[in-house]
Structure formats: C-alpha cells, structure tokens
C-alpha cells in the first residue's frame, strides 16, 4: 500500500537554492532542510555561510553557504560544482534569488523616470541570472541523468498588474513603495522561462515549475498591510512560512507528475 505522505519526504535529495538568505529564502532553506533533503544555500552576501552553518547545527543535514554573484557566468559555474562535489547529485533547484538595488529610491521610481541602468541591474539578477542557474544546474542534471526538479520563484505581479490605488500612503522599511515595472516585467520572465525549460528539458525527466507568492509581510507600513488585506479574499497578507508547503511539494516527488504550472499563494487575489 502506498504511504502518500512518504511522497512528500526528500530524505537522501540535494537541493540548491538561490537567495537562500533572503526575507523568503530562510523559510524556503529550513523547509527544505527539515523535509530532508541536504542543502547548498547560495546568495551574494558572504553572511550566507554563518547562516548555513547554524542551520547545519539545527536540522542534522549538510548544509553548505556559498557567496556568489549569480550574474556572473563564471561565479555560477563555480558555485555549482563546488555543490556537487560536496554533496554529490543535485537533484532539486530552487531558482529564488531577486534584488531590490542598493538604492531603493532608484527602485521605487516612477515609470516616467525610471533610470534605464537601475532597469539593467534589476534584470541581471531578476531573470538573467535566473537563466544562468538554471543552465547550469541543468547542464548538470542531463550530464548524470539526474530526474530533477527545478522550481522558479516569482510574484503576483509578474502575472498581474498591481493596483497602484494601494500604494497611497504606504511605505516599506520607512520609505514610500510602489511596484515597479521592471520588478513585473522580470517576473513574469520567470514564468515563462519555467514553461520554456519544462517542455525542453521534459524528455531528460526533469521538472520545472514556477511558485508564486502573493504579498508577504515584510516592513510593509500598516497602511499598506491594510490596503493590501482588503483585495484579498482571505482577508490578510501572507506569512512568509506560508510559502513553503508549495515549495516541498514542487520539489518532492508528491509532484512527480507536474510540470510547466505555476503555483499561485496568494490568498485568492488573482480569483477576484
């Protein structure tokens, strides 16, 4: 008889993750972790290692932080194989690394005078070096016919459009928020990067898949946790552990049979 709950462990899996120091990728790593699986947590800022190091310690399972800038073809390469000879076959990506920029005023600029450099910077790490980590992870699942799973993360505004009424009033971390194009425009590259790579790579038995997280709590002002609450049918935004059951499951084999979708947590938002 089968013990459908077993599906969901991923005892004896290697998984990576991008940005696995972000304001979600601490969920996405600890939820990994305790499923089973032994983990290489990648990000550009150095902190990352101390960070896989304690999480070592709290779960039992390897967990190895690598600092790498994930737009640069080489660092990546580099990070990848250094994963693998570490911890051997990878057989689970998760592509979850984006950027703000250092400077959020440039970030959260109007449409009208949005810097086409800020614009660039933004996409080298939102889509290209999404591109370039899923190459390369790829590259190496195909070279040791490895039937993995590769999940994509990207956001409710990278499949619709923000409604920019909620933005009146609001700040994040202090400053004023908005959504800006670009960040919509790199996310929903990611979605249909995912298809492209799940039809592609369909004939190595490696699946890809896209989660989608609605609004999250994170330094968002009252105003617009309200503002935001009141467009969702369930009635609030999201916790970030929220995320990580859709996560375990794109990458466990209880999905063994999905391929190219796009998982939407978004409290109903995109249902209206």
């Known amino acids: 008889m089968t013990n459908y709950l077993d599906k969901f462990k991923l005892d004896g899996k290697n998984a ?22 032994n983990l290489v947590m990648i990000d550009k800022l150095p902190e990352v290692c101390e960070k896989a190091e304690t999480l070592q310690k709290k779960f039992g399972k390897r967990c190895l932080g690598i600092a790498c800038d994930i737009t640069d073809p080489l660092q990546v390469e580099q990070a990848i194989q250094q994963a693998a000879s570490e911890l051997g076959d990878i057989h689970i990506l998760l592509n979850n690394a984006a950027w703000k920029s250092q400077d959020l005023n440039a970030f959260f600029a109007s449409f009208e005078t949005y810097s086409l450099e800020t614009w660039r910077q933004i996409m080298s790490v939102n889509i290209d070096g999404m591109f370039l980590v899923a190459q390369a992870v790829a590259r190496h699942m195909i070279e040791r016919n490895i039937s993995g799973s ?26 004023p928020i908005n959504t800006p194009a670009v960040y919509s425009a790199s996310k929903a590259s990611v979605v249909g990067l995912t298809q492209y790579l799940a039809t592609y790579l369909a004939k190595h038995k490696i699946r890809v898949n896209t989660l989608t997280p609605g609004g999250v709590e994170s330094g968002q002002n009252d105003v617009f946790k309200t503002k935001y609450a009141n467009r969702i049918p369930l009635g609030r935004m999201a916790k970030a552990e929220e995320m990580v059951g859709a996560l375990i499951y794109l990458a466990s084999d209880a999905s063994s049979y999905v391929t190219g979708q796009n998982l939407v947590i978004d409290g109903g938002l995109s249902a209206w």
């Open 16 to 37: 990576v993750i991008t940005g696995g120091n972000g304001i979600l990728g601490g969920y996405f790593s600890e939820g990994l972790l305790s499923a089973g699986a």
């Open 150 to 175: 590769i999940v994509q993360t990207a956001s409710i505004y990278g499949i619709m459009g923000p409604d920019q009424r909620i933005y009146e009033g609001s700040f994040y971390m202090g400053g």
